[in-house]
């Protein structure tokens, strides 16, 4: 009689393609074995799936190859049998018309390369914006025990002996360039110092967010978050993920053990802490979705209370490397130690072991709980007449003065209506006009791109001002920052009362009240409404077709509505 270990070989899943001595075992294991992979690898131990989204044309994942290289090292040490794959790649600055279009596919992608091939758990090795959302989705929708690998952040940036940031610079530069107050020839020369190492945006945009929360949820190793990509610590923490995920294989530590609603809770109070992106809302909205937990938009006040701990840009003054020489997420949950939630991790332990011994080493980049960079920093959600189905805003990233706002609304019909107007100089607007931007949500871009930062007008830049209210169905970059209402649902072009509003309109924003609202009455809207038709779909094939067609709104997390959910059936039928 075989021994529980045996027992365990026979009943993992990869015996369903590797186990059976037949027609359909010979052909899974032979040509596997064209690589060079002797028999004895195919004896039940653990198969590691290494999900890469590396890409030269996802400047920020383009490390990944390395990192593979250290999880499949770990994994060979712990017993396991590692195979890389690819999936698609979302570079966040190259891809148009918004790599967020993408996201869903990616998931479809992870989610389907998982189920379809014979692996007993994965490691998501992801980095840039959307990629570590859409892997964790897919993922979630089959259900192995999974990890994650972050790509880490760029070193910081350099120009004329000063720091500067990814994105948040970008923004600044650029408005100096339209004030004046920058040379052209200065604007191009620091482009060649901002992005001076393989890795995602050294601020805390999207990418280090979700690698922040991502850490924060436990479905990676701690100090997963900040670890430049190009310190060696990152490879040696690839190693001991890949060691860690044979364990949890053994463990059958499944993905819907380690994720809880605790956990997302968790995820929006560590946003709020580290001054996280608005875009983390939709991914983890989409992410609940995918592993049926109940969370709601209103769910981001959780956080509203939570004090801004970290200083980096675009909220404060430090960027990435700086955060981890401070000590990184482990001082960070430390000092949320008491409002955390009680949380499974891929470790196997409660939330509270990755903050064990951790110490920081500058309290000004990591602030104390109780001397924060910001007050009650979290995100806040509006609703109201102009946003029923809600809105978000990000108030340390914003002019507080501004939070509490009413005043006449200048409407942008399109993106391309923006562009062609912002810089007129007898565009009528002040600096107390609320700017209104439509057409720009999942279904209307389509994609939700991260435009809902709209520049200032030319105008007024030249005055000074550097911050206005805007308001979208849009997203912006977790890089930026400013007064700026996103992701207002239902989008113009599915009908929301975005689409009513016209230039001249009253529009009052509360971030205390958490509201928005259009000063219109009910029945001058009905007239409109009854007056209005959506645009033209700007695709009418392939999958951005599909996307149109099924994409949910924004506070629904902007996935498809055919994939939330999960099915973890094994697959039986063969190809041959």
Not at 114 to 122: E, L, P, Q, S, T
Not at 405 to 432: C, Q
């Amino acid at each position: 009689m075989s021994d529980n270990s045996d027992d365990k070989k026979q009943n993992r899943r990869n015996r369903a393609w590797y186990g059976k001595l037949d027609k359909d075992g010979f052909i899974h294991r032979s040509w596997m074995k064209n690589q060079g992979f002797p028999d004895h690898v195919f004896d039940g131990r653990p198969v590691i799936g290494i999900c890469n989204t590396w890409s030269e044309l996802t400047p920020c994942n383009s490390g990944l190859r390395d990192l593979a290289e250290g999880v499949k090292r770990g994994v060979w040490e712990a017993g396991g049998f590692p195979v890389e794959f690819p999936v698609m790649s979302l570079g966040e600055t190259q891809m148009k018309p918004t790599a967020m279009l993408f996201r869903n596919l990616l998931s479809m992608d992870v989610e389907e390369s998982i189920r379809a091939y014979g692996m007993d758990g994965v490691v998501l090795l992801g980095g840039c914006d959307k990629t570590t959302p859409g892997q964790l989705m897919g993922a979630a929708s089959v259900d192995l025990p999974t990890i994650v690998v972050s790509s880490g952040p760029m070193l910081n940036g350099k120009w004329k002996g000063k720091d500067i940031g990814s994105g948040t610079d970008v923004w600044k530069f650029s408005e100096a360039v339209r004030a004046g107050e920058m040379t052209l020839k200065d604007f191009m020369a620091a482009e060649s110092g901002m992005s001076r190492s393989k890795g995602v945006c050294m601020t805390m945009g999207t990418a280090s967010t979700m690698a922040s929360l991502v850490e924060a949820m436990g479905l990676s190793l701690p100090t997963n978050a900040a670890l430049p990509a190009v310190d060696a610590r990152r490879m040696a923490l690839a190693h001991l993920t890949g060691k860690r995920i044979v364990e949890m294989v053994e463990e059958g530590l499944v993905l819907s053990k380690v994720v809880s609603r605790e956990s997302f809770e968790n995820a929006i109070l560590a946003n709020a802490a580290v001054g996280g992106s608005t875009n983390a809302v939709v991914h983890l909205l989409a992410l609940a979705g995918r592993v049926g937990i109940d969370l709601r938009l209103e769910d981001v006040e959780i956080g509203k209370d939570i004090p801004l701990l970290v200083n980096c840009m675009p909220s404060g003054q430090y960027l990435m490397e700086d955060f981890c020489y401070a000590g990184g997420m482990p001082v960070v949950l430390d000092r949320l130690k008491g409002h955390l939630r009680p949380a499974m991790t891929v470790m196997g332990k409660d939330i509270s072991a990755y903050a064990e011994g951790a110490e920081c080493y500058n309290d000004d980049v990591i602030h104390p709980y109780d001397a924060p960079v910001k007050a009650a920093a979290g995100l806040r959600m509006l609703k109201g007449n102009l946003a029923p189905d809600g809105a978000i805003v990000k108030p340390s990233a914003a002019t507080d003065a501004l939070l509490e706002h009413e005043a006449e609304a200048y409407v942008f019909e399109s993106i391309e209506d923006m562009k062609a107007n912002i810089d007129r100089e007898d565009l009528p607007v002040s600096k107390d006009t609320i700017l209104v931007l439509k057409g720009c949500g999942p279904k209307g871009y389509p994609g939700m791109p991260e435009v809902g930062n709209m520049p200032i007008p030319a105008k007024l830049v030249k005055q000074g001002v550097r911050d206005m209210v805007r308001i979208s169905d849009a997203r912006m970059s977790g890089t930026a920052f400013g007064t700026v209402v996103l992701h207002v649902a239902p989008e113009a072009q599915a009908g929301g009362p975005l689409a009513l509003v016209k230039t001249g309109d009253q529009i009052r924003v509360s971030a205390s009240a958490g509201a928005l609202e259009l000063l219109v009455d009910e029945a001058e809207l009905a007239k409109r409404r009854a007056a209005w038709q959506p645009d033209a779909p700007h695709y009418s094939r392939g999958y951005a077709r599909l996307y149109i067609d099924h994409v949910l709104q924004a506070n629904q997390g902007a996935d498809l509505d055919f994939l939330v959910g999960k099915d973890t059936r094994l697959v039986t039928r063969e190809s041959h």
